[in-house]
């Protein structure tokens, strides 16, 4: 009975020994030195978004994104807590939401484009249809649409009209 357990145990053995040989057969050892180590190309992905994030801070003003959140809180402490029939009863107020909302989500659409445009190596020129549409959603947002909300919902912070003859 000895000799059947043993024999069992060698064959296992030299059955163990015959697939680690094989294995080590199939798969080659490869030194790893310092050169042979594969690098990811990263230096075209930083390009990109270094080319991205340039021609953002060259075509966006620098006070937008003060703006931006300003009106952000402005409409969570106002607008969203208005009642619909609120809203709607007074339709220039339910107009000048709706365009300050659709200016807002148009800048959000017009970044995410370009960015998706630039991230995939497009070189987006400054008089690129996007940018141009871009900046004219900044300067109609924070010069006219969001002033103009403001006004209609806290009339004693309007805006006053600035004479420039007189500066």
Excluded at 44 to 54: G, L, M, S, T
Excluded at 114 to 124: A, D, F, M, P, Q
Aim: aromatic share 10%.
């Amino acid at each position: 009975m000895q000799s059947v357990f043993y024999s069992i145990v060698l064959i296992l053995l030299l059955l163990c020994v015959v697939l680690v040989l094989m294995r080590e057969i199939s798969h080659p050892k490869v030194k790893l030195t310092p050169g042979s180590i594969p690098k990811l190309n990263l230096s075209e992905i930083d390009e990109r978004e270094d080319y991205f994030a340039k021609l953002m801070s060259k075509i966006t003003p620098d006070y937008y994104w003060r703006v931006s959140h300003e009106y952000v809180d402005f409409n969570h402490a106002t607008i969203k807590r208005m009642h619909i029939d609120e809203l709607s009863a007074d339709l220039t107020l339910f107009n000048a939401q709706r365009r300050c909302s659709d200016l807002h989500s148009a800048i959000y659409r017009y970044y995410d484009n370009l960015r998706k445009r630039c991230s995939e190596g497009e070189k987006v020129p400054f008089a690129d249809i996007e940018v141009l549409n871009l900046r004219q959603c900044f300067d109609e947002f924070s010069h006219d649409a969001y002033p103009a909300l403001v006004a209609l919902v806290w009339p004693h912070l309007h805006r006053p009209e600035v004479c420039l003859e007189n500066v």
